[in-house]
């Protein structure tokens, strides 16, 4: 099915539940919900303690924010009244200077400091698309890498870093 145009959720009265929200795909299951990201691996992004017998039913992630609606059924014929968010702690210290330096034929790379045993990185140049490895940046040139760093139980934390190659002087 295709994502609706006016939210970020599909299926929403049934058992399973997804949302799309930074490039990944979440879904619940009564107890948990879990993200799955761009190269198909799933990880547990959150289990509610305060579900008291219930089922999670509904659930939006927004940036930094996950909202959730724990029901004794599928609530399918009004608003859900039992809602409740946690806003997951944003993920600090994480660094990576740009790098200059001159053509030599072989491939540069910035180097991302203060991540954690666990923490996944991934880069993305000018197409946008991250993945577990840098953009090939050897020519010539001005180049921006985007990277993000992915915390079990945290936000995702997004920054910029600039390689500038120069021309070899013959």
Same mark, same amino acid.
């Given at each position: 099915? #295709?994502?609706?145009?006016?939210?970020?959720?599909?299926?929403?009265?049934?058992?399973?539940?997804? #949302?799309?929200?930074?490039?990944?795909?979440?879904?619940?299951?009564?107890?948990?919900?879990?993200? %799955?990201?761009?190269? &198909?691996? !799933?990880?547990?992004?959150?289990?509610?303690?305060?579900?008291?017998?219930?089922?999670?039913? &509904?659930?939006? %992630?927004?940036?930094?924010?996950?909202?959730? #609606?724990?029901?004794?059924?599928?609530?399918?014929?009004?608003?859900?009244?039992?809602?409740?968010?946690?806003?997951?702690?944003?993920?600090?210290?994480?660094? #990576?200077?740009?790098?200059?330096?001159?053509?030599?034929?072989?491939? +540069?790379?910035?180097?991302?400091? &203060?991540?954690?045993?666990?923490?996944? %990185?991934?880069?993305?140049?000018?197409?946008?698309? +991250?993945?577990?490895?840098?953009?090939?940046?050897?020519?010539?040139?001005?180049?921006? %890498?985007?990277?993000?760093?992915?915390?079990? &139980?945290?936000?995702?934390?997004?920054?910029?870093?600039? !390689?500038?190659?120069?021309?070899?002087?013959?």
């Amino acid at each position: 099915p #295709a994502w609706p145009a006016g939210g970020n959720s599909i299926y929403q009265a049934s058992y399973m539940y997804l #949302a799309k929200a930074d490039n990944r795909i979440y879904f619940s299951t009564p107890t948990d919900i879990y993200r %799955v990201d761009a190269a &198909g691996n !799933v990880k547990k992004f959150h289990s509610p303690q305060d579900l008291s017998g219930m089922s999670i039913y &509904g659930f939006t %992630v927004r940036g930094d924010e996950f909202w959730y #609606a724990p029901e004794n059924s599928p609530n399918t014929n009004k608003k859900q009244t039992d809602i409740r968010k946690i806003s997951l702690p944003k993920i600090t210290g994480i660094t #990576a200077a740009d790098v200059e330096g001159t053509y030599t034929g072989k491939s +540069y790379e910035i180097q991302v400091q &203060g991540t954690q045993q666990g923490d996944v %990185v991934q880069y993305a140049g000018a197409d946008g698309q +991250y993945q577990p490895v840098q953009p090939d940046m050897t020519d010539a040139g001005t180049y921006e %890498v985007s990277y993000q760093a992915e915390r079990d &139980g945290y936000a995702i934390y997004y920054g910029k870093a600039e !390689v500038a190659i120069s021309k070899a002087e013959p």
